[in-house]
């Protein structure tokens, strides 16, 4: 306890303050006392909050119901008033330091009977809070008060009202979280909806912490990202739970919400048994004789306590002019109870983290590590605004290189053809050997961004593309511009993870996640479009080898905005890189991406199609075995069991061999200059305007599903507007568009969210394998359609297109069962 301030109120309702309890997450915390002489905590939410309508609702309908909770193991609710200027909330005030103080910085672990008497009356109270109708959200070692008698369960019910003020309110202003790292649920944790199993979960790692004193998935020892990700993705080390209690801890913190048992399941298994349990009487004794000590001195204090004297503060609440400053403050009347008069202060924000005076953190704060020096950055901090503005750029740059330096040669064919005196097995030499090296080099480019860092990788990548660019560019002869082209595609399977993984890391702010997103998915979606604008008049202006030249120009000045980023970390001292996961899936990718070149060449299954297609199989399968086995996957750990995860990765593949015909299309159907530009707007916009701003209200599903009908349905109208003038078949155009960008952005963010930044890379690498075999997919299914834009005239070509656009679309809402997600990893949890 501390001793009243000059700004804190005298008294709070019908109940006289003495003395400060702690900084909590509803506000102030205050020992009170009624005029009966009962002892109670009250508690005063801040005053931010007091102006959300919304709260106010929420907060009136929660205290009514957190009224009702009964049972013995909890702080009972007394009387609130969700109507003062300030609203409060006073509850049975419990004498006993709480479960994180007890364990963390007194006696330590508790001893097995301890242990198993407490998951017995937590199970019980929460069984009272549910049978309210109510879910606690936030069970954590600080809202576990212990006394003699038993443990005592606090703060339920009131932090569902503080939940309603999300997204860009009030509760992402403060930083507050509903939950505590280290005591989510993988529920809470991807942002889905909540019912009582995530309390269960709670309440697993909460013994876990009594029996061990250690936090789950090392929420004191990693980035809250990388936190989190653990929560939602890997299984709970028990080392140290007593054996009798570890199966049913395990069970409780199932990942699945479905398999752990109820409270009354927990409390029916954990009854003592006097025949068996060394408790003889566990009212008194269910804690070891020092820590009842303890509680007893407690119990002594709080009957010396004598508040001490302090001067009144001035009304500021108040206009100036009521205030007569020769004249004392008014002393009030302890006798008149004014349960409508808002005190005299302005609550102070929420600590974010800390222990409260004397008990440890205070009811409702939220565990989260402090920095180790007020001065050092925290490890997981975000950049700020300019930083990230300027990876962003250097990522989409990064981007667009690697996007305009392939159209120049898909739009070159014919003049590099002549010029270079290649055949026609040299030109498909020359296309076959950027994606086989693109492809199969795909998830090692991820891996090794992470374990050697996004700057190093990027500055490299820009290097070597830029002078394979100058190579070719001044080659003589077939061999060397085709080895050119080969680094070319060993440099891009690194710079596209690379520049991605810039993106998605350069923020834990939503709002700014969803706006990179947004526009990093409109360099991806428009690069084709304006690189045919660019690179086909540039081509026909002067030379091929000129847009060689000056893709090489690009990368060195992208290479040199790099170097002006700060260092990233890399992924660990203890991180290895795991060989046999990299020639599995570079043979895997290798044998697809032949496959489907020799099908498109060949017209026909023939031995080397096939053996191919077979070979691709058995090794992408045992690469995705491997991935569930090895100790340093290429993958994050569990990558595909997020939802919505696999589902995604299959629609990019389907997805990937419709989009691939947009461009062409409209080059096609609609004049190429007005057509292009009218496309590239319309991309931008549905990604900037449209869908990053739906991204947290709109499940990706309907956006993914929705764009990608709009694109089915914006080829349909080219085809019946075609050889009409521009205004007839803008429409078209336009819808294509703005399909494209509403499609981009939700995938990015599902492949992308719970992933920790060290992990960044791989999940990037392994989005840019599917889009790649859909490339692929597309290029020889399609008939070579894509090739050429005027054989997409025959209507029966976007018929094909279209097919697989809607095929996309069905896969999407089917299997991408992810929410909206707000941050790295889902969840809208920031430190």
Same mark, same amino acid.
């Given at each position: ?28 915390? /205050? ?61 049975? /005030? ?116 009594? $029996?061990?004193?250690? /936090? ?85 204090? %709080? ?96 981007? %667009? ?36 090296? %693109? ?5 090692l480019g991820g891996r090794v961004v992470d374990l050697v860092g996004r700057r190093r990788v990027m500055v490299v990548a820009l290097a070597a593309f $830029?002078?394979?660019?100058? =190579? ?189 015909? =947009? ?5 096609? /159907?609609? $004049? ?26 709109? $499940? ?10 709009a694109v089915a349905l914006g080829l349909f109208l080219l085809v019946v507007t075609r050889d009409a003038g521009v205004g007839q078949v803008l429409p ?96 809208a949890v920031r430190p």
């Open positions: 306890m501390e001793q009243l301030t000059a700004e804190d109120p005298a008294r709070i309702g019908p109940y006289r303050l003495i003395a400060r309890l702690g900084a909590g997450g509803m506000g102030l915390v /205050y020992l009170g006392r009624s005029e009966a002489g009962r002892t109670v905590a009250v508690k005063v939410v801040q005053a931010e909050c007091a102006g959300h309508p919304e709260f106010r609702r929420r907060f009136a309908r929660e205290v009514a119901a957190a009224r009702r909770v009964g049972g013995s193991w909890t702080a009972a609710v007394l009387d609130a008033d969700p109507e003062a200027a300030v609203p409060w909330v006073a509850t049975q /005030y419990v004498p006993g330091p709480d479960l994180h103080t007890v364990v963390a910085r007194d006696f330590g672990p508790l001893p097995e009977h301890s242990v198993h008497t407490l998951a017995n009356r937590l199970a019980l109270a929460l069984g009272a809070v549910h049978g309210a109708g109510l879910i606690h959200r936030d069970l954590k070692p600080s809202n576990v008060l212990v006394t003699v008698d038993g443990p005592r369960v606090i703060d339920f019910g009131i932090a569902r009202a503080m939940d309603s003020l999300g997204g860009d309110s009030l509760h992402t202003r403060t930083g507050m979280l509903i939950g505590s790292p280290g005591f989510m649920s993988p529920e809470q944790v991807r942002g889905l909806a909540l019912t009582p199993a995530s309390d269960v979960f709670c309440l697993g790692a909460v013994l876990v912490y009594a $029996a061990t004193g250690r /936090y789950l998935f090392g929420a004191r020892d990693t980035g809250l990202n990388v936190h989190l990700f653990r929560v939602a993705e890997e299984e709970a080390d028990l080392t140290g739970v007593p054996q009798r209690l570890v199966e049913l801890v395990g069970a409780c913190l199932h990942k699945d919400p479905a398999r752990r048992p109820s409270p009354a399941e927990v409390a029916a298994r954990t009854e003592p048994d006097p025949a068996t349990d060394p408790v003889t009487d566990p009212v008194t004794e269910w804690l070891p004789g020092p820590v009842l000590a303890q509680l007893g001195r407690h119990a002594a204090r %709080l009957l010396d306590y004598t508040p001490a004297q302090r001067a009144e503060a001035p009304d500021r609440t108040r206009a100036p002019a009521a205030v007569t400053p020769a004249a004392p403050p008014p002393v009030p009347d302890p006798r008149a109870p004014s349960p409508h008069t808002p005190p005299a202060y302005a609550p102070t924000l929420p600590v974010p983290a800390g222990p409260s005076p004397g008990f440890g953190p205070a009811p409702g704060a939220v565990d989260v590590p402090a920095p180790a020096a007020p001065t050092a950055p925290a490890r997981d901090q975000a950049p700020p605004p300019a930083g990230r503005r300027r990876s962003l750029v250097v990522a989409a740059v990064t981007q %667009l290189v690697v996007v305009l330096d392939d159209v120049m040669f898909r739009s070159a064919g014919p003049w590099i053809q002549a010029d270079a005196h290649l055949s026609s097995d040299g030109m498909y030499q020359l296309f076959g050997v950027y994606l086989l090296a %693109l492809g199969g080099l795909l998830p $830029a002078a394979a660019a100058v =190579v070719g560019g001044s080659s003589e002869g077939p061999p060397v511009l085709i080895c050119a082209r080969a680094a070319q595609g060993a440099a891009a399977a690194f710079l596209l993870p690379a520049s991605l993984a810039l993106v998605v890391t350069g923020s834990t702010d939503p709002t700014a996640r969803r706006r990179a997103l947004g526009v990093y998915a409109a360099v991806v979606g428009s690069g084709s479009g304006l690189g045919v604008l660019l690179m086909v008049r540039l081509i026909a202006d002067l030379h091929w080898r000129v847009g060689l030249y000056a893709a090489a120009l690009i990368a060195v000045i992208a290479a040199g905005a790099v170097l002006g980023l700060p260092a990233d970390r890399a992924g660990g001292s203890g991180a290895r890189l795991d060989v046999p996961g990299v020639l599995l899936s570079a043979g895997g990718l290798v044998a697809f991406t032949f496959a489907f070149g020799e099908l498109s060449r060949r017209h026909g299954f023939e031995p080397p199609v096939t053996v191919s297609l077979a070979l691709s199989v058995i090794l992408l399968a045992a690469f995705l075995v491997r991935q569930a086995r090895t100790a340093d996957p290429l993958l994050p750990p569990h990558f595909f069991r997020t939802p919505g995860r696999t589902g995604c990765l299959i629609t990019s593949v389907l997805a990937g061999a419709g989009l691939l015909a =947009v461009v062409p299309a409209v080059s096609s /159907y609609a $004049a190429p200059g007005p057509g292009l530009l009218s496309l590239v707007v319309a991309v931008a916009i549905g990604s900037t305007q449209v869908s990053a701003r739906l991204l947290d209200r709109v $499940a990706p599903r309907v956006l993914i599903a929705g764009g990608l009908t078209g155009v336009l819808l294509a568009g703005l399909g494209v960008g509403g499609v981009l952005v939700p995938v990015l963010a599902v492949m992308t969210a719970a992933v920790p930044e060290e992990r960044s890379g791989a999940a990037s690498g392994a989005l840019a394998a599917g889009q790649h075999m859909g490339v692929v997919l597309g290029t020889v299914l399609l008939g070579g359609f894509v090739q050429s834009a005027d054989r997409l005239r025959a209507p029966i070509a976007v018929v094909w297109v279209c097919g697989f656009l809607l095929l996309a679309a069905l896969v999407a809402g089917l299997t991408i069962r992810a929410k909206a997600p707000g941050a790295p990893g889902g969840a």
